[in-house]
């Protein structure tokens, strides 16, 4: 007799209640409404801990920030209409980033469904460009293994966010619940093991290249895969470029490691990537943020790609040695086989690129100019809060000039420690993200690097921040500007700065930060002066009862530097006040 699940007699919200536990998730992020309703009633004594955030939006990033500090799939739970548009934003977000997320919306009755009923909104049919897949549950008996299915295709293969609806019909209805149940995905296979043929090829390719470098992307951090590439790296001793979302999958401390290429990348690894004669993509998808002018994007580089999304493959740039696999499985075996590639054709001697390299990197160091209109430089704000919260922190930022100066002048040693809207770009993303990331990393000191104009679309979580005893540390480059429309402004709009002054310079501080946050029962002091940014920090560090800000006031003159304009080839990079480099630098 074939042996079946105990069952239990309870209703189709008790029943999201009781799957979310049974699949281990322990943190939740939501808002209550009337298509949710139902579900909240059985939540109130669940095991479960519900944040409740003021804005959906700031759920579905703090479901972000808490899957990627974590590793694990957040959750966001929301009610019908403007609350599942609310949350669309970071749907699209974590597509875009590869985060695994799930948000559980409520619908209205299924009978209503198709009426323009109150609060009513075709979710699924929205959110089917902006997430990996996305359900429409209207009988109740389907949500045990709906929910457990989104949760399956959130976290396995390349991750992503599923949106699951539940109509509030089904929430009512009584099913009888067990566990576990069938999953029924027909079709869905994600990459796994790499086919040992395509490795080995790759192991050739390394190991007689002369100018090779790996271009790693924030795949390799999903796959949790940094320190099988420390081994590759110590065997084949080739120099590592991170993508913003791949900073810290390896340490800025080793040598090897080049920096951040692309648009606001270093010389250096702009000057690799452009003269390699082999780019092995190791999770990473040959963006245009990184590759500036495709046509004229390493013109001379073979191309190893591993991927464990197939689509990706060839998208961009077409793959001499394509490898669609699980990443962390694909360099566990290149690093079994690299050894019988260095037997079988030899080691390249890497010293001339390195020469090469290592001048690149000397001559156009990571640098500012100091601000001349008295105010302080913000690269010195965060290359000194850095050094005082050092790589152990976890640095989630919004989106704008703050964020590339965070790429730039923290260093980053540590996966899952540099969180960041890097696809999608969305500015407010930080505040709920790092209050994500502190949720699911307690006790890591969390700092939220945000501009004045990001800072501003959501900073309505420190409530919930403080109302839930969430610490993180608000460091606020304020520059009284949307700052990086106001760079493009000024480098190809002839300075006239339409609609990105935020303050004027005689006028008050509006809204004062300082009495926001104190507002919002933070702690909360202005830097004005880089002589206090020292002390400032460290009084910070020692506030870990409640949420800290720090509203520094930087010149809104500062630029970010290196730069690629948009479309052009990356050989165009300006360094330094749109100095070119030397490409062809000497000893």
């Known amino acids: 007799m074939k042996d079946t699940a105990p069952t239990r007699t309870m209703t189709g919200a008790a029943a999201i209640v009781a799957t979310l536990e049974a699949l281990g998730v322990t943190d939740v992020f939501g808002m209550p409404g009337g298509a949710i309703l139902p579900t909240y009633d059985p939540l109130m004594n669940s095991s479960l801990r519900h944040i409740l955030v003021r804005h959906e939006q700031g759920a579905g990033h703090a479901a972000e920030g808490y899957a990627l500090a974590s590793g694990k799939v957040g959750c966001a739970i929301v009610t019908s209409g403007p609350a599942a548009t609310n949350v669309m934003t970071a749907l699209a977000d974590a597509n875009m980033d590869s985060v695994p997320l799930v948000v559980i919306s409520g619908q209205v009755g299924a009978s209503l469904i198709g009426t323009d009923a109150f609060q009513e909104a075709d979710i699924v049919g929205a959110s089917v460009p902006v997430t990996k897949h996305s359900f429409l549950v209207t009988d109740a008996n389907d949500i045990p293994s709906r929910i457990a299915e989104a949760f399956h295709l959130a976290s396995t293969g390349r991750p992503g966010p599923v949106l699951v609806d539940i109509t509030k019909s089904a929430q009512n209805a009584t099913i009888e619940f067990a566990w576990p149940p069938a999953l029924d995905l027909p079709g869905y296979k994600p990459a796994g093991k790499p086919h040992m043929k395509q490795v080995r090829a790759a192991a050739r390719e390394i190991a007689t290249a002369q100018a090779p470098v790996f271009y790693v992307g924030g795949g390799l951090i999903r796959a949790g895969a940094s320190q099988t590439l420390q081994r590759l790296v110590e065997l084949t001793d080739c120099p590592v470029v991170t993508t913003l979302p791949a900073r810290g999958a390896f340490p800025d401390s080793d040598h090897h490691n080049l920096g951040m290429p692309g648009m606001h990348g270093t010389v250096p690894a702009v000057g690799a990537l452009q003269r390699a004669d082999l780019i092995v993509a190791l999770g990473a998808r040959f963006d245009d943020r990184v590759t500036g002018n495709l046509d004229s994007f390493a013109p001379r580089a073979r191309i190893v790609h591993v991927d464990i999304d197939a689509a990706e493959i060839s998208k961009n740039r077409v793959a001499d040695v394509p490898i669609v696999a699980d990443l962390a499985l694909a360099l566990d075996a290149l690093v079994e086989v690299m050894p019988e590639a260095h037997a079988e054709y030899g080691k390249a001697d890497l010293a001339g690129w390195w020469r090469y390299l290592n001048r690149l990197r000397d001559r156009y160091p990571m640098g500012w100019a100091e601000p001349s209109d008295g105010k302080m ?26 964020q590339m100066w965070a790429a730039q002048f923290i260093q980053h040693d540590k996966p899952r420690h540099f969180l960041s809207s890097s696809g999608l770009g969305t500015m407010g993303y930080c505040v709920p993200a790092a209050m994500g990331a502190q949720v699911a990393q307690p006790d890591s000191v969390v700092w939220a690097i945000d501009g004045d104009g990001s800072f501003q679309m959501t900073n309505q979580e420190l409530a919930t921040c403080t109302v839930n005893n969430i610490p993180i540390k608000v460091c606020l480059i304020n520059n009284s500007v949307l700052g990086m429309v106001r760079q493009w402004q000024s480098l190809f709009y002839d300075k006239r700065y339409s609609n990105t002054t935020l303050n004027p310079d005689d ?21 004005s002066r880089i002589e206090e940014v020292d002390e400032a920090i460290e009084w910070a560090m020692g506030i870990n009862d409640r949420p800290v800000l720090l509203d520094f006031r930087v010149s809104k003159d500062s630029m970010v530097w290196p730069m690629v304009a948009a479309g052009v080839s990356n050989d165009e990079i300006r360094y330094a006040q749109g100095m070119a480099p030397d490409w062809d630098v000497e000893d």
């Open 507 to 527: 006028g008050d501080q509006i809204p004062n930060f300082v009495m926001l946050a104190q507002a919002y029962g933070m702690a909360a002091r202005t830097v």
């Open 377 to 402: 430089a913000p690269q010195a704000v965060l290359q000194r809060l850095s050094k005082i919260a050092g790589p152990d922190a976890i640095y989630v930022t919004g989106v704008g000039q703050h």
